[in-house]
Every structure is written in structure tokens, then in C-alpha cells.
């Protein structure tokens, strides 16, 4: 039974919460409506997705409004929120996505530029969701990868009714580090790491691309997202085959090889041709010669620029990992994942890590899918005791005064863990409290013993008085006609209801 009354909790809470979000006019509410609603979707766990028909439609609708600066604020949170919600959910979403992703689109592009004031939280959702449909998202990828690579390549989004392709022009390519859009870029470097073996289909457009970020160097921003654009090669090359694309690929890492001092963008890019070499095993050798002269001249630079012996270490501890993997497909045997691991070890621990963290965290997210039980709260019965206490009242000031602290201090402290997060918003809009009013008694009801229920019920006799104001007393009689309801009559309104004339 107490499943089925948290059950009842959450789809009053949601339904409330949802309307609130719903109705443009409540703006100033819409926030704390959010944040409400975002502490219910994480009480409920994966039971969340039986609301997802009357969550998922008024979500949309918020992100669909047209953006001033208030709106903005909320909307970005709200794709924050869906964010969650996927994470929650995770392939139930699915009924749900076609929609959600053509709206996000939308948005995402509405100021014509990818470097948008939703780009990132945008992407952030488009990552999640990738992540936790997996091999199901590549359905999708024939409206979003145009997108990803126009981002990439700087081009602006198509107009309405305008082919989604993608632009190659150099010039427009590469100048693109303005306004944010490097930082844009590096998020859509980080989706297309999680959509992995989707990608497959993809890989004649997606490589030129990403050899050409990898190779840029001219600026700090551009550097770093040289780094990242290396290290989605590194990743993709472990689960897409590369085979047809090598040559493309070593000879420009062979270049950065030969002129970056940067010990950090020179691990990375070591990390992808290790990757590469596992790959490809023993058909690498015809590249080794190539990659043994861009060390050699690495270690002669080190030695003319008079590099400190920390420097020295570094890049002998990344030519010894590249030697460990060539002197494997030397002896002409394929290197194995272990020996990958062992090579990324040898010369930077942290690309080790950070590899070994994200293989952890696919395997959590594949055994992520068990519903979350419910905590239900406690209740401070002291504090529920004054609260109802009404002896005392006697002008319409004082009952009404006394009726609103009575519906927040039932929320403030009802069981419920749907119930509760809205006490905040209910302060303040005085509607929801309300709305809410019914389930927060019987939450609060079926946690007390007989002493405080008899308590309760002649506190609530008293306000049933023909002097009562006419409008809690019409709250009150709701209020029975809901307990009768739900099969938990209150005893001694039953014949104080009947004397009550009808409003």
C-alpha cells in the first residue's frame, strides 16, 4: 500500500509542478518549480519514466519559447534538467527523443551561429543521451552529425529549408576561434567521443576533420583544442577501424611530433598513435621510420635547446612506451589491450587513468539500469502539533493565517519525498500549497499514532465551527471527502460534515 500512496504523491507533486512550468504567466515561479521538480525525478529513480508523458511535453514547451534573458536563464536549466532526467531514465527516453532532439536542435541554432547561448548546455544533453542509448543512437545520427562537423568547421547553421551540409572551405574552416566557439568545439569533440562506434559510417568526413584541428597550434585555444581533437582520435581508433585512414593520420601526427615542445600535447598525441599501432599491429611497420625520425628529431632538439632534465625524462619515457609497442609487432605479433595499457603507463599515468575511467565508466553505465528505491523522510511531529493547533483563533485574519501555515507545515514535513521539495515554492504561491494540501495530510496521517491523529481531529473540529470563515471550511470538507475516498475516513468530521450548511 505504500508503494501505490508514493506512487499517488509523485503524480499529484509532478502534475502540480508541471502546470507551473506550463503556464508562461508564472514565470517568476518557474524556477523554483525546476528545482522542485528536479529533487522529485531524483527521489523517484527509474520510476520517474511513468511521468515522463506529462514531464517531457512541458519541458519542450519552455525550451521552445521565445528567449529574453529571463526565459534564457530558465531554459538552460531546464536542458540541464533533461540532462538528468536522461540519466535517470536512461533508454526509456526513447519514445520521447525524436521530438526532444529537434527542439534542442532548434534552439541550438537559432541565433545562426553553433557558439549559441544554449551550445553548450545543448551538447551536454546530446552526450548524455548518446551515452545512455549507446548502440540505439546511431538511428539519429544522420540529422546531428551535419551539425557536429558544420560546428567544427566553423560554418553557420543552414537556414530554414536549407540542405544540413557540411562546409569544407579552408578559409571559413579555420576561423572560428571567436566568441566562445573554440570552447563549443571541444564540447562537440566530447559528443563525438561518446557516440564511438556509431560513428563508423561517418569516418571519411569526420578524420580529415579532426587531423586538421589536431594539426592547429597558432593560439593557446587553438592549442588546446588540438589536444582534445588528438585525444577523440585516440579514443575513436579503439573502437572504429582506422585501417583505410593511416596514412592521413600518421603522417600529420609525425609533423606534430617533429615541432611541439609541449610535453603535454605530445603525450596525447603518442597516446593516439599507440592507439593506432594496436590497431593496425604488424601493418604498421611500413609507418615505423616515418615516426622513428620525428622522435630523433625531437631528441636533437632537446639537446640543441638545452631542455631541463625534466623535460629530457618526459620524452624518454614516451619514446620508451612507443619502442614497448613496436618491439611487438617487430617480433611480428599483434599487440593486445593490455599491451596498449602497459605502453600508456610507461609515459603518462594520467592518460592512463583517464582512459581506464572512461572503460569504468561505460561498464557502470551498462549496469546502471536498476530501480532506485524510494527513502521515505521522517516527520517532526512536535513541530505538526503546533501547526494544527487552533484553539485560539478567532478573527478571519487569524484562520486564514493559521490555514496557510498549516498546508506548508504539512509539506515542510510530510513523508513523502516528492512532497516535501515543493514546501520552498509553496511559501511562496500560495495555490500549490493548496493543490497539494490533500496528499500532504494523508502522507503526514499515515505515519501517526492514535494519540497525535486524535489530536489532529479535534483540532480540525474545531475549525469546522459555523464561525469558521466560509473558505476553510470549504477546504476542510474537501479534505473529508478525500479521506472517505481514500478509505481512511476521519471519524469525528463525519458528523460535524453533516451539520455543516452547503457552500
Not at 524556477?31 to 531524483?42: E, P, Q
Not at 551536454?124 to 552529425?145: G, T
Request: proline share 5%.
Amino acid at each position: 500500500m505504500v508503494g501505490s500512496l508514493d506512487e499517488f504523491y509523485s503524480t499529484v507533486a509532478t502534475n502540480a509542478l508541471m502546470r507551473i512550468l506550463g503556464e508562461p504567466t508564472l514565470s517568476s515561479q518557474h524556477n523554483s518549480a525546476m528545482k522542485a521538480a528536479t529533487y522529485v525525478f531524483h527521489s523517484l529513480g527509474s520510476k520517474c519514466s511513468v511521468f515522463l508523458p506529462r514531464i517531457i511535453p512541458t519541458l519542450l514547451s519552455v525550451i521552445r519559447r521565445p528567449s529574453d534573458e529571463q526565459s534564457l536563464a530558465l531554459q538552460k536549466q531546464v536542458i540541464l534538467r533533461l540532462h538528468e532526467l536522461v540519466s535517470i531514465v536512461g533508454k526509456d527516453i526513447r519514445p520521447y527523443l525524436e521530438e526532444t532532439l529537434a527542439v534542442i536542435y532548434q534552439r541550438w541554432t537559432a541565433a545562426r551561429s553553433y557558439a549559441g547561448p544554449l551550445a553548450l548546455e545543448v551538447l551536454s544533453l546530446i552526450e548524455n543521451i548518446a551515452l545512455a542509448l549507446r548502440k540505439e543512437f546511431k538511428f539519429y545520427l544522420p540529422d546531428l552529425v551535419p551539425h557536429l562537423l558544420r560546428a567544427l568547421h566553423g560554418s553557420p547553421p543552414p537556414m530554414n529549408g536549407e540542405a544540413t551540409t557540411v562546409l569544407l572551405d579552408k578559409k571559413l574552416a579555420y576561423n572560428v576561434d571567436r566568441a566562445g566557439m573554440a570552447m563549443v568545439k571541444q564540447r562537440v569533440l566530447r559528443v563525438l567521443q561518446s557516440l564511438g562506434i556509431n560513428l563508423e559510417d561517418y569516418l571519411h568526413l569526420l578524420i580529415p576533420t579532426l587531423v586538421g584541428l589536431a594539426e592547429r597550434q597558432e593560439a593557446p585555444a587553438a592549442q588546446q583544442l588540438s589536444e582534445v581533437a588528438v585525444e577523440t582520435l585516440g579514443k575513436l581508433c579503439t573502437k572504429l577501424d582506422f585501417r583505410d585512414y593511416i596514412s592521413c593520420i600518421v603522417h600529420p601526427t609525425a609533423r606534430i611530433i617533429r615541432g611541439t615542445r609541449d610535453a603535454t600535447r605530445r603525450d596525447k598525441v603518442m597516446a593516439m598513435l599507440l592507439a593506432v599501432i594496436k590497431q593496425m599491429g604488424v601493418d604498421f611497420l611500413l609507418f615505423v621510420p616515418l615516426v622513428n625520425s620525428a622522435l630523433e628529431m625531437q631528441n636533437r632538439a632537446a639537446v640543441a635547446q638545452k631542455w631541463d632534465s625534466r623535460e629530457r625524462a618526459r620524452l624518454a619515457a614516451c619514446v620508451d612506451g612507443y619502442n614497448w609497442m613496436v618491439d611487438i609487432i617487430m617480433r611480428g605479433e599483434n599487440p593486445t589491450a593490455q599491451d596498449l595499457d602497459k605502453a600508456l603507463g610507461a609515459f603518462n599515468s594520467r592518460l592512463h587513468l583517464s582512459w581506464e575511467r572512461e572503460r569504468k565508466m561505460l561498464r557502470e553505465m551498462a549496469n546502471s539500469e536498476k530501480p532506485k528505491i524510494l527513502e521515505r523522510l521522517t516527520i517532526d511531529v512536535p513541530m505538526l502539533f503546533k501547526a494544527w493547533e487552533c484553539h485560539n483563533k478567532a478573527t478571519t485574519e487569524d484562520w486564514l493565517q493559521w490555514m496557510n501555515n498549516f498546508m506548508v507545515k504539512l509539506l515542510e514535513y510530510s513523508p513523502s519525498t516528492s512532497l516535501r521539495p515543493c514546501v520552498t515554492l509553496a511559501k511562496r504561491d500560495q495555490s500549490l500549497a493548496q493543490t497539494l494540501f490533500n496528499a500532504a495530510f494523508l502522507s503526514v496521517w499515515t505515519e501517526l499514532n492514535d494519540t497525535s491523529k486524535d489530536n489532529l481531529v479535534q483540532n480540525l473540529e474545531t475549525a469546522l465551527r459555523p464561525s469558521t470563515p466560509p473558505e476553510i471550511l470549504q477546504v476542510l470538507l474537501n479534505l473529508a471527502e478525500f479521506m472517505e475516498r481514500e478509505d481512511r475516513a476521519l471519524p469525528i468530521l463525519q458528523d460535524e460534515r453533516k451539520e455543516q450548511p452547503t457552500l
